[in-house]
């Protein structure tokens, strides 16, 4: 099987080639500005780059990473979100039905107001910003095609990129004091699992919303303890907050968690936990 990666030299995309490696998939990693060697680079906002690269490459599935996630630079940039994260799906979605590939776009829990989560796949999707608005539109061109799939994930974490998890980590180990919200609940998910999750459902051939998150549901607070426990660092740094304390660009679902049942069923598999994934993290810095 031969697998095509969309923003490869990010968090998903590289765990998503790492995990190809151990495995019989042929993984080809596409890029747009952080060069990957082997890669091949591609706008997807081009329509005619994409549609030639999708071609030359002819893969059986292309995992589509690529984003613009800077969730409140989204705010302030409406139109490039909406070009790449729609738009650029749209071009992704039609250039894989032109040349017989099937699509997996990785989508968001932000797709969601977060008053009534954990929420199913069959949820009615409701977007309070502007990112959520355009990864909700990339969501609808992918599913223009019923062979087509949607992976939802929730703050993924993992090694070598910056994330909320290396963010605290980092922090703590240099021993500065972190503000973190008490408000904001999420379902983790640690992308090494993610990552296997997105290939098992290519191997299947699963067709539809899943969401490929964390099982396991808690807050932000609770969540940067629990990195502090299972890295032993001292988790007394860690100041509570709420999220009207923040004046961020954008608003922020207070309960966006995702439910994993169908998705563990269909897969299956067991996806893992918060201790879980952070143990798997630690063991894989080692």
């Known amino acids: 099987m031969k697998v095509m990666i969309t923003g490869a030299s990010g968090l998903l995309g590289s765990a998503l080639l790492r995990v190809a490696l151990q ?15 082997g890669g091949l680079q591609m706008d997807i906002t081009k329509q005619a780059q994409v549609n030639a690269t999708v ?36 071009n992704v979605a039609e250039a894989c039905e032109e040349h017989g590939a099937r699509l997996i776009y990785v989508s ?27 990864k909700l539109a990339g969501e609808r061109f992918t599913l223009d095609s019923s062979v087509n799939a949607i992976a939802r994930v929730c703050v993924l974490y993992g090694p070598n990129k910056p994330n909320f998890v290396t963010w605290v980590i980092n922090s703590l180990r240099s021993h500065t004091p972190i503000n973190v919200v008490t408000d904001q609940y999420n379902t983790p998910t640690y992308v090494g ?12 051939g699963l067709t ?14 609770a969540f940067a303890c629990a990195i502090a426990d299972v890295f032993a660092l001292d988790k007394k740094l860690i100041n509570e907050i ?5 004046q961020q660009q954008a608003r922020r679902p207070m309960n966006s968690s995702l439910r994993v049942e169908k998705a563990e069923r269909a897969l299956g598999v067991r996806l893992a936990n918060v201790h879980e994934g952070l143990t798997l993290l630690r063991d894989e810095w080692r």
Not at 23 to 37: E, K, R, T
Not at 117 to 130: H, L, M
Not at 242 to 246: A, E, M
């Open 108 to 134: 968001t829990d932000y797709v969601f107001d977060g008053e009534e989560g954990p929420y199913s796949e069959e949820a009615p999707t409701r977007p309070i910003n502007v990112y959520g608005e355009s």
């Open 208 to 221: 539809g919303v899943y969401h490929v998150s964390g099982r396991e549901q808690l807050n932000r607070y």
């Open 55 to 90: 071609s030359r490459v002819a893969p059986d599935y292309v995992i589509h990473t690529a984003a613009f996630t800077d969730v409140d630079a989204c705010e302030t940039e409406p139109q490039r979100a909406w070009d790449i994260n729609a738009l650029g799906t749209k």
């Open 193 to 204: 699992n993610c990552a296997r999750a997105l290939l098992r459902m290519c191997e299947l």
């Open 242 to 246: 709420s999220t009207d304390t923040l």
């Open 23 to 37: 495995s019989d998939v042929i993984a080809v990693a596409a890029y747009n500005s952080h060069p990957l060697n």
